[in-house]
């Protein structure tokens, strides 16, 4: 079946890079996505990837994908404090609705 | 646009009692979801609808019914509320179910006595 694993920690320092790591495994999947959770709020978009590509930028994000290793990753350069938060990479299963299959999410936590 | 509303925000049950989360989007979207957010296991989809009067079933859906009369509104009905149902639930809505982005309400934080 569908899996979608992440570690469950991070943590940086202010102005350092973080990269976030996501591994999956339906080769059908069409497009591949990061959401943000802050504290008690929902999940908010941050990328996604379609499966045919494998770098996307866009502004601080970049977005690696590794099909062979069906290796995704996310890169926030510059990391402010701001950006701690549960980041959770997401795919989306081919014939299945639209069903997107959820990591378990990676804490985020950025030092000053 | 409000975009994806949910209410209520925090709900307290006890063992046997039934409630429905409410889920509401205004922005003409076709596809809504509904998961569950529990610690260490990301979120979890429950039921799903592609459009009004069509739902079915995802991940984890024992103990769950929905339905969904108009375009706008996808309530999630607990019939007899378990401890094993506290969680963080989510609803969710695209324009269409496979390469549209789901957009996330706020979440209702569900506990169960």
């Known amino acids: 079946g569908e899996d979608v694993e992440q570690s469950l920690f991070l943590s940086v320092r202010e102005g350092d890079s973080s990269v976030i790591n996501c591994t999956y495994t339906?080769?059908?999947?069409?497009?591949l996505y990061w959401y943000k959770q802050e504290p008690g709020a929902g999940l908010q978009l941050l990328t996604y990837i379609f499966s045919n590509m494998d770098m996307k930028q866009d502004q601080r994000l970049t977005v690696l994908l590794n099909k062979k290793d069906k290796h995704l990753s996310l890169r926030i350069a510059d990391t402010q404090t701001g950006d701690s938060a549960i980041y959770f990479c997401a795919e989306s299963v081919l014939n299945q609705g639209g069903k997107l299959i959820f990591g378990q999410g990676t804490e985020l936590s950025v030092k000053p | 646009n409000a975009g994806v509303t949910q209410t209520p925000k925090f709900q307290v049950l006890k063992t046997g009692q039934s409630m429905t989360l409410q889920c509401a989007q205004d922005m003409n979207h076709e596809y809504m979801s509904w998961y569950r957010q529990d610690p260490g296991m990301g979120l979890r989809l429950i039921h799903y609808?592609?459009?009004?009067?069509?739902?079915d079933q995802g991940e984890v859906p024992n103990g769950y019914n929905v339905s969904r009369s108009t375009t706008e509104d996808f309530p999630l009905r607990l019939l007899s509320a378990a401890p094993s149902q506290t969680s963080v639930y989510f609803c969710?809505?695209?324009?269409?179910?496979?390469?549209?982005?789901?957009?996330f309400g706020p979440g209702t934080r569900l506990t169960v006595l």
């Open positions: 339906d080769s059908s999947s069409t497009y």
């Open positions: 969710a809505s695209s324009y269409d179910s496979y390469t549209d982005t789901q957009y």
């Open positions: 609808s592609v459009g009004a009067g069509i739902t």
